[in-house]
């Protein structure tokens, strides 16, 4: 029997095509997302990263047995525990599983998306996350941030497939997203909680008692992290820095979420403001129609990107637990929301020009935000260290105002780690202070070492120690609670007793005493 060939309908041609388009576009804005990101890899690692790598560098069964004291976050040093000993400890490998996650963010949002908006609102809210500031810089940290973004997304594309039919196989990978977003971020997992129960509720009865299940195997997944949770919670409370919400705070979280760390203003305006009108507009043309999916479709990502936030600076009124970076997973949403508002406006010829107008600003805003943001670091500890590397002679004194930044400056400094080579952090009391350290915490921080400031007998003990040498490190992160050390009564005395030269960095400050006189 010869072969024939099947014609194909008319009308399935230009569905074939539309397919086709999607793909490539959402290649396209992937591989933007990925270029984006690879732009910041070697900027300094501060402090929060050398932790990360501080636990992948202990044995396994170390590193598991440490998470009594670092609960929250555990998938990425476990990530680097293998990575690093293949490829090395240098700032782009300690950062390849957040530039990883961050990157795959952008299909997840796009296959999370498909459930509730059109393909052109997909990609397009795909789009937006590829160039947003915060998440091309949370990509770009060796933190579990950005594999908090990319678990939101899989557990919003799982959920309502799950909910479609009684198959297995959604259900566990929506348990999987759900457990990987509880061990990436303990806060994060309840926040989501509410848009999760929306969309059960949608889908009916069956549907919410099938949820229901499922988050009880959540739980069941999640009894090792809550277990190190209450041992690092009876250890020492690792929020107590959380500050009250108030205006500044929340302008700091508007600025996050728009502009990254760009510091322009002008971008989170900019991008609030045609965020803003774009959600209102599209909100005032359905109010009067019966859409009755698209408006429960806007509540759903409306409880996405827009309740988190509220929600926990709601309960940071009576416990502060917010922090920008801690509901990074209503970002995705976020986007979602703007995108579809977009799209809807589209459909009508006088929606048109707005959508398409403020599209472009936040485009716009976006690129401006990542090109400004991508010399940008929260602390730089290499020339620090190259200048302690250079002048300081073994064992002699160093001052730190805030011990948390020891494994910081070791990165960058040998002899500021163990003998093994492994970073040092004094509250875990596996590794002993290198020679030479005098370790300080802030009043309320945690750890054996004594409280700060460091005073004008310490400095004046050290230089003594150091045949009339010592050096101060003061780290920016310190000095809200234990007030500005380089003024302090430390700094005071060794510029009357000893000769002083100062070097500044970015939030970090090194003073070196040589020629100290009683």
């Not at 086709?20 to 984006?36: C, D, G, K, P």
């Not at 560098?57 to 998470?67: D, E, P, T, V």
């Not at 997909?122 to 908090?148: F, T």
């Amino acid at each position: 029997m010869s072969a024939t060939t099947i014609p194909v309908a008319a009308s399935e041609r230009p569905v074939t095509a539309e397919r086709s388009l999607e793909t490539a576009a959402i290649l396209a804005v992937t591989a933007l997302a990925l270029l984006l990101r690879l732009s910041g890899l070697s900027r300094s690692l501060f402090t929060d990263e050398a932790f990360s790598l501080a636990l992948a560098q202990r044995s396994f069964g170390h590193m598991l047995a440490l998470f009594g004291f670092e609960a929250n976050g555990t998938p990425y040093p476990i990530l680097l525990w293998p990575l690093t000993r293949l490829l090395g400890t240098g700032e782009a490998v300690l950062r390849a599983p957040a530039l990883i996650a961050g990157t795959a963010s952008v299909p997840a949002l796009w296959w999370a998306a498909r459930r509730f908006t059109s393909p052109a609102g997909a990609v397009l809210a795909a789009a937006l996350l590829a160039i947003n500031p915060m998440a091309v810089w949370y990509s770009q940290v060796a933190r579990p941030y950005a594999l908090v973004v990319l678990a939101t997304c899989l557990a919003f594309g799982a959920l309502p497939r799950a909910l479609d039919g009684s198959r297995r196989r959604p259900w566990a990978g929506y348990v999987a997203a759900m457990a990987l977003l509880a061990y990436c971020d303990i806060l994060a997992a309840p926040l989501v909680l509410p848009a999760h129960a929306l969309i059960a509720w949608r889908s009916g009865r069956p549907g919410l008692r099938r949820w229901l299940w499922s988050l009880l195997a959540v739980l069941a997944c999640c009894v090792p992290l809550l277990i190190a949770a209450g041992i690092s919670r009876s250890r020492r409370n690792a929020l107590y820095w959380l500050p009250k919400p108030d205006k500044g705070l929340i302008q700091q979280a508007l600025q996050e979420f728009t502009g990254g760390f760009s510091t322009v203003t002008a971008v989170r305006w900019a991008t609030v403001l045609a965020g803003g009108l774009l959600v209102a507009a599209a909100a005032w043309s359905i109010r009067r129609r019966r859409w009755d999916g698209e408006k429960g479709t806007l509540a759903v990502v409306a409880f996405w990107g827009a309740l988190p936030g509220p929600l926990l600076l709601g309960v940071s009124l009576v416990r502060p637990l917010f922090w920008p970076r801690y509901v990074i997973l209503a970002l995705p949403g976020l986007c979602l929301l703007v995108a579809i508002a977009a799209v809807w406006l589209l459909r009508t010829r006088a929606g048109r020009l707005a959508a398409i107008s403020c599209v472009a600003v936040i485009a716009v805003a976006g690129a401006v935000a990542d090109s400004r943001q991508r010399t940008t670091a929260q602390e730089e500890w290499a020339a620090p260290a190259a200048w302690l590397r250079a002048d300081r002679t073994e064992g002699q004194p160093v001052i730190l105002d805030s011990v948390i930044t020891l494994p910081a400056l070791g990165y960058y400094d040998s002899a500021f780690r163990a003998g093994d080579g492994a970073l040092v952090v004094e509250e875990w009391r596996d590794r002993s202070l290198p020679r030479g350290i005098v370790g300080f915490k802030d009043p309320a921080g945690f750890g054996s070492v004594a409280a700060g400031p460091p005073s004008a007998a310490t400095f004046a003990s050290a230089a003594q120690r150091g045949g009339g040498s010592a050096w101060l490190v003061v780290a920016e992160a310190g000095r809200a609670r234990q007030g500005d050390v380089r003024s302090g009564a430390a700094a005071a005395w060794a510029r009357s007793h000893c000769r002083v030269q100062v070097r500044e960095s970015i939030a970090v400050w090194v003073m070196r005493a040589t020629r100290c006189v009683p």
